[in-house]
């Protein structure tokens, strides 16, 4: 059974200050990691993809991989009201053609 | 930018109705996904579809679903007899390559309400 596992929240920051947000995995066969945000009642938007360990730096979000620890995680750096949604993280295990979804955590920033 | 587009935006249907969710993606893109969402919960993988035919369903994708390619730019979902627990969130999503090679893309969802 492959999990994907998220504290749901809320996790409330607030504005300017740093924002982390978690995800484990249960398959150690998973080789790229997604983060996707929510709106509301929207569809999930990419905001970043990590396939190696390390961090990967965007803009003021900052992916971050540990496949021993088979963990991931996201920071935004400066965060503002705008991203206030939910974060989902998601996972491919090699080989497959689909991604596998945390229930999301739901950031709320505080002005 | 080029987008996944989906339509309709909102399908009300009564149970036991066949419906059809409409979805182009995004052109230069190879790999076409169906996704479910119900209220409150996670995203949830249904099936992938890759040179005409599927590579890859969930155990949701019973026999009541379908997919389908019915022209170059056209990838639908149909489900044939509608249950009150497929009432969901529907998304398209694309990507050009397989999913673990490059992030997929998604549509803006068709909310599907069984009445």
């Known amino acids: 059974q492959k999990e994907v596992e998220q504290n749901s929240g809320p996790l409330s920051v607030p504005e300017g200050a740093i924002a982390s947000l978690n995800c484990t995995y249960s398959?150690?066969?998973?080789?790229?990691f997604f983060w996707y945000r929510q709106y509301s009642g929207k569809s999930p938007e990419l905001i970043m993809s990590?396939?190696?360990?390390g961090d990967k730096e965007d803009g003021r979000f900052t992916a971050q991989l540990n496949k021993a620890s088979q963990y991931v995680s996201l920071l935004i750096r400066d965060s503002q009201p705008s991203d206030s949604a939910t974060y989902l993280c998601?996972?491919?295990?090699?080989?497959?053609?689909?991604?596998?979804f945390g229930t999301g955590t739901r950031l709320t920033v505080i002005p | 930018e080029p987008e996944v587009t989906q339509t309709p935006s909102h399908q009300v249907t009564q149970m036991g109705q066949e419906v059809i969710l409409r979805c182009v993606p995004i052109?230069?893109?190879?790999?076409f996904y169906w996704y479910r969402q119900i209220l409150g919960q996670k995203v949830e993988f249904l099936v992938s579809?890759?040179?005409?035919?599927?590579?890859?369903k969930s155990e949701i994708f019973d026999d009541q679903f379908s997919v389908e390619r019915p022209d170059g730019s056209n990838f639908t979902l149909k489900i044939r007899s509608t249950k009150l627990e497929d009432s969901a969130m529907y998304f398209c999503?694309?990507?050009?390559?397989?999913?673990?090679?490059?992030?997929?893309?998604f549509g803006d969802g068709t909310r599907l309400s069984i009445l």
């Open positions: 999503a694309s990507s050009a390559f397989m999913a673990g090679n490059q992030p997929q893309h």
């Open positions: 398959d150690r066969g998973s080789q790229s």
């Open positions: 990590i396939y190696s360990n």
């Open positions: 998601a996972v491919n295990v090699a080989g497959a053609n689909n991604l596998f």
């Open positions: 052109s230069n893109h190879l790999y």
């Open positions: 579809f890759y040179n005409n035919e599927i590579s890859e």
